[in-house]
C-alpha cells in the first residue's frame, strides 16, 4: 500500500485534522448506544494496529498536525452543548495525542491501553447520554438542568464519569498526560505547554458540561433515577479505571 | 511511628467511604463517623507533632513498591495538625449549620475528601502524589463551593476557583517533569539532597534549573494564594457554604506558602525569584488592603482581607522568612476561620442589639468625629515615630543580636513600625479625655504583640528550620546588593515620614484643599470600585476565547 495512503488511513483512526471529521460525522449519525460505545473503542484501535503494521517513514509535519488537531477539537469542545457530539470531540482530542507516544515506539501495549484509557469514560458516558435522551428527549446541556436534584444518583455517576474523562487523578489519562508532559519537557518545552494548555481546556468544557446538566432547580417531573444495579456496574468500571490508573502510574511514571 | 503516619493521612478516606456507602441506611447521623475519624486523625496528629518537637528525625515511608512516598518531617506534622484542627472545627460546625441541606452525606464525604487531599498535600515525600493532591484539592474545592446545585451563581465562582487553581497546576507539573528529567526520581528528599550538594548542576533553556523550578513552584503557589491578576476567584466564592468560606480561608488559600516551603531548598538557590515573590507578594498586599477598604459587602470585604493576608504570607517568603510564613498562615487561619463561623451569629445577634458602647472608640471609628482638641504635633510625631521602632529593635534584639544583619529582618521591622506608628496616629486622633492614658495602652498593646509576634516567629524558626546556616542561607539568598537596600530603605522611609508630617500638620491647621482632593479621591475609588477592571478584563477574553470556539463549530459543521 502507497505510504500516502497509509498516512491517509491512520489519519482518519488517528484523528488529524480534517481527516478527524470523518470519525465525528459518522458518531453523530449513529444514534444507537452500543454501537457509539463500539465505535469509540474500536476506532483508535484500528488506527495503531495500522500504525504498528505498517513500515512508513513519518513525515516531519504529522506531529505538529497531530497537535494542532487536539488542541483544535480541545478548543472546540468548549461550546458543545450536545453530550455524544462531546465525547466525540473529546477523544479526537486525546487520540491526535497518541501521535507522541507513536512517534516515541513506545510499546504496543502501552499505545493499546493509553487508547482505551480515554475511550472508556466515554463509553460510560455514550450509555449516560442515552439514559438522558430517554428521559428528558436529548443529551443536552443547558436544556433542563438541575439534574442533581431530579436524579441524584445518574448526576453523581454523571459527574466521576466526567471527571474520570477530562484526566483528573487517579484515572489513567492523568498519568498518561503526565508522563507526555515529562517526555516533552526537555527537549520540547512548547510541545509540554501545550499539552497542558489541552489539558486545561479539556477542565474547563468538562466543568462546563457539568454545569449545564446538574445545576439548577428540580424538575417538577418525576424521573426514574439509577437503580443499584446500574449503580454497580458504573461503580465496578470506574474503580476498575482508578485502579488501572495507579497500576499504570508505576509502569510509566 | 510508620502506622501512625498512615493512620492520619489514610482515616479521612475511610470515613467518606463509610459515609457514603452507609448514608441512606444511617441518615443525618453518618455525620458522627467523620466527626469521629477527624478527631483520631487529629490526636494522632498532636501525637506525631509533639514527637517532631521532640528533635527526632523526620520520617519518611514508601508505600510499597511504588514511588509514594509520605514524608513526615517538623512542615508536614505542624500543618498536618493545623488542618486537622480547623478540619474538626468546621465539621462540628457543619453537623448542625448543612443539618437542612439535601446532600447532607455527600457533603461530609466531600469534606473528608478535602481532608484527605490536603493532608496527602503536606505529607507528600515524591513529586506524584503532591501534584495529585494539589490538583485534588482544587477539585473538591469546586463541589464543595457548589455544594447548592441550585445556584448557578455558586457554580460559576466556583469555577473561576477551578480553572485558577487548574492554571496554577500548569507550573507545578512543569516543575515536577523538569526535576523528574534532571534528577531521575521522583522522591524529594533525594532531589533536595542533590540540589543542596550541587545547586547548579543542570540548566534548563539556559538558567540553571533551580531558578526556573523556583520561578514555576512560585507561580504556582500565587495562583493557588490569589496573588494580584490570579486573585479574583476568592472574593466572589462566598456563595458557598459558610463552613467551605472558612476551610477555604483558613486553610486551602494558605497552600502557596506551604509549597514555597517545602521547595526552600530550591529557593535557597534562587535569589533573583525570591525577589520578584517579595514584590508580587507586597502588590497584592497592599491591593488586597486597599480593595477589603472600599467593599461595602461585608464578605467580600473578608475575602479581600485574606488576599491582602495572603499578599504578606508570601511577601514573608520573598525576603527569606520561610517559618514566619508558616505562622503567618497558622494565626490568619484560625484568626479567619473564627470570623467566618461566628459571623452569622454576630449578624444574628447585632440583629437585636448592635452591641456597640458609644465611647470615644465609636464617635472615632464609626461616627467619623476625630478630636479637635490637639495635643502639640510635634511631640506627638516624635511619639509616633520614635515608639514603635523603640519597641520593635528591643523586643528583636532579646531574640537574636544577629537580627539585624539580615535585610528581611530589617524589612519586618520596617512593616511592623509603619504599622505601630500608624495605630499611634489613630489614637492620636481620637476624641478621648485622657489622651496620655489612650496611647499608655496603646504602646502596650503593641510591646505585647511585638513580642508575641517575635518569639513565637522565633521558636516557628527553630522547629522548622533547625539548621542555622541553612536560616542564614534562606535570608541571605533574599538579599539585594546592600547599597541599593540601604538607599532604599531610607527613601522609603523618607516618603512615609513626610507623609505623616504632611498629615499631622494638616491636621493640626485644619487645612485642606477639598475641591481638588476630592475630584482624585472620586476618580480613585471609581477604580477601586470596579476592583481595578481585572475581573471585566478576564470575562472579556474569556467571552472572546468562545466566541471564537462558536465560531469554529459553525464553520466546521459541529464536526
Known amino acids: 500500500m502507497p505510504d500516502a495512503l497509509i498516512i491517509l488511513l491512520c489519519g482518519i483512526f488517528l484523528p488529524l485534522f480534517p481527516m478527524s471529521m470523518v470519525f465525528n460525522a459518522i458518531l453523530d449519525n449513529i444514534k444507537l448506544a452500543w454501537l457509539r460505545a463500539l465505535l469509540l473503542i474500536t476506532w483508535p484501535l484500528i488506527g495503531l494496529f495500522v500504525i504498528l503494521n505498517s513500515d512508513v517513514a513519518w513525515p516531519g509535519w504529522l506531529l505538529p498536525l497531530a497537535l494542532f488537531t487536539s488542541s483544535l477539537y480541545a478548543l472546540r469542545i468548549l461550546t458543545l452543548r450536545e453530550v455524544n457530539q462531546w465525547s466525540g470531540f473529546l477523544a479526537t482530542s486525546f487520540w491526535g495525542l497518541l501521535w507522541l507516544p507513536v512517534m516515541q515506539e513506545t510499546q504496543a501495549m502501552l499505545l493499546f491501553a493509553y487508547a482505551l484509557s480515554m475511550s472508556v469514560p466515554l463509553v460510560l458516558l455514550v450509555f449516560l447520554s442515552a439514559g438522558l435522551e430517554q428521559r428528558f428527549g436529548a443529551a443536552y446541556t443547558g436544556l433542563y438542568g438541575g439534574l442533581a436534584r431530579t436524579i441524584p444518583r445518574f448526576s453523581g455517576v454523571l459527574v466521576i464519569v466526567v471527571v474520570a474523562a477530562i484526566a483528573s487523578p487517579l484515572f489513567p489519562t492523568f498519568f498518561i498526560m503526565l508522563d507526555l508532559v515529562v517526555e516533552t519537557v526537555v527537549d520540547t518545552p512548547l510541545v509540554a505547554m501545550v499539552l497542558l494548555l489541552i489539558w486545561l481546556f479539556w477542565s474547563w468544557a468538562g466543568a462546563r458540561l457539568i454545569q449545564g446538566l446538574i445545576v439548577g432547580r428540580a424538575s417538577d417531573v418525576k424521573m426514574t433515577d439509577l437503580d443499584t444495579m446500574a449503580i454497580s456496574f458504573y461503580t465496578l468500571i470506574l474503580l476498575a479505571l482508578a485502579i488501572g490508573g495507579v497500576y499504570l502510574s508505576g509502569v510509566i511514571l | ?559
Open chain 2, 1 to 559: 511511628m510508620e502506622q501512625f503516619i498512615i493512620v492520619v493521612a489514610v482515616l479521612p478516606l475511610i470515613s467518606a467511604l463509610l459515609i457514603q456507602l452507609f448514608s441512606g441506611r444511617f441518615g443525618r447521623g453518618i455525620a458522627r463517623v467523620s466527626v469521629a475519624a477527624t478527631v483520631i486523625s487529629f490526636l494522632v496528629s498532636c501525637f506525631l507533632l509533639s514527637w517532631a518537637l521532640g528533635g527526632n528525625d523526620p520520617q519518611a515511608i514508601q508505600i510499597g513498591n511504588t514511588s509514594t512516598i509520605l514524608l513526615f518531617d517538623p512542615l508536614s506534622s505542624l500543618l498536618a495538625t493545623i488542618i486537622l484542627g480547623i478540619s474538626l472545627i468546621v465539621h462540628l460546625y457543619s453537623i448542625r449549620y448543612m443539618a437542612e441541606e439535601a446532600a447532607y452525606g455527600q457533603f461530609f464525604v466531600l469534606l473528608d475528601l478535602m481532608t484527605a487531599a490536603l493532608l496527602f498535600m503536606v505529607i507528600a515525600g515524591d513529586l506524584i502524589t503532591l501534584i495529585i493532591a494539589w490538583y485534588l484539592v482544587g477539585v473538591f474545592l469546586y463541589f464543595l463551593l457548589g455544594q447548592d446545585t441550585r445556584s448557578q451563581t455558586a457554580y460559576r465562582f466556583a469555577f473561576w476557583t477551578l480553572i485558577t487553581y487548574r492554571i496554577g497546576d500548569i507550573p507545578l507539573i512543569l516543575a515536577a517533569a523538569l526535576l523528574y528529567s534532571a534528577y531521575d526520581t521522583w522522591s524529594l528528599t533525594i532531589i533536595f539532597d542533590e540540589i543542596m550538594a550541587n545547586p547548579y548542576a543542570h540548566e534548563f533553556i539556559g538558567l540553571p534549573l533551580t531558578e526556573v523550578v523556583a520561578a514555576l513552584i512560585g507561580l504556582a503557589a500565587f495562583a493557588r494564594s490569589a496573588q494580584f491578576l490570579l486573585h479574583t476567584w476568592l472574593p466572589y466564592t462566598m456563595d458557598g457554604p459558610t463552613p467551605v468560606s472558612a476551610l477555604m480561608h483558613a486553610g486551602i488559600v494558605n497552600a502557596g506558602g506551604f509549597l514555597i516551603n517545602r521547595f526552600a531548598p530550591v529557593f535557597v538557590h534562587s535569589g533573583d525569584v525570591l525577589n520578584v515573590i517579595f514584590i508580587v507578594g507586597l502588590i497584592t498586599a497592599v491591593f488586597g488592603s486597599m480593595l477589603m477598604l472600599t467593599q461595602n459587602d461585608i464578605k467580600k470585604a473578608l475575602g479581600y482581607s485574606t488576599m491582602g493576608q495572603m499578599g504578606f504570607m508570601i511577601m514573608e517568603c520573598g525576603i527569606g522568612a520561610f517559618s514566619l510564613a508558616i505562622y503567618h498562615l497558622f494565626a490568619h487561619g484560625v484568626f479567619k476561620g473564627t470570623m467566618f463561623l461566628s459571623a452569622g451569629s454576630v449578624i444574628n445577634s447585632a440583629r437585636k442589639d448592635d452591641g456597640i458602647p458609644k465611647d470615644e472608640l465609636y464617635t472615632f471609628a464609626v461616627e467619623k468625629r476625630p478630636n479637635k482638641e490637639r495635643q502639640p504635633w510635634i511631640l506627638m510625631a516624635a511619639i509616633t515615630l520614635a515608639v514603635p521602632l523603640a519597641i520593635l529593635i528591643f523586643s528583636h534584639l532579646l531574640i537574636a543580636q544577629d537580627y539585624f544583619q539580615k535585610q528581611g529582618a530589617i524589612i519586618l521591622l520596617f512593616f511592623g513600625w509603619v504599622t505601630g506608628a500608624q495605630l499611634i496616629f489613630a489614637t492620636y486622633r481620637m476624641r478621648t479625655q485622657n489622651i496620655w492614658r489612650l496611647v499608655g495602652l496603646s504602646v502596650l498593646s503593641l510591646v505585647i504583640v511585638v513580642l508575641g509576634y517575635a518569639v513565637i516567629s522565633h521558636a516557628f524558626d527553630l522547629f522548622l528550620y533547625p539548621d542555622p546556616a541553612f536560616r542564614v542561607q534562606l535570608y541571605s539568598a533574599a538579599s539585594i546588593d546592600l547599597l541599593y537596600f540601604n538607599v532604599l530603605v531610607v527613601i522609603v522611609a523618607l516618603i512615609i515620614v513626610a507623609g505623616w508630617l504632611i498629615t499631622y500638620y494638616a491636621e493640626h491647621n485644619d487645612y485642606r484643599r477639598r475641591q481638588q482632593r476630592q475630584r482624585l479621591w472620586l476618580n480613585f475609588y471609581a477604580l477601586i470600585s470596579r476592583e481595578f477592571y481585572i475581573s471585566d478584563i478576564y470575562t472579556r477574553l474569556t467571552r472572546s476565547l468562545l466566541s471564537i470556539s462558536g465560531q469554529l463549530n459553525i464553520w466546521l459543521r459541529w464536526l
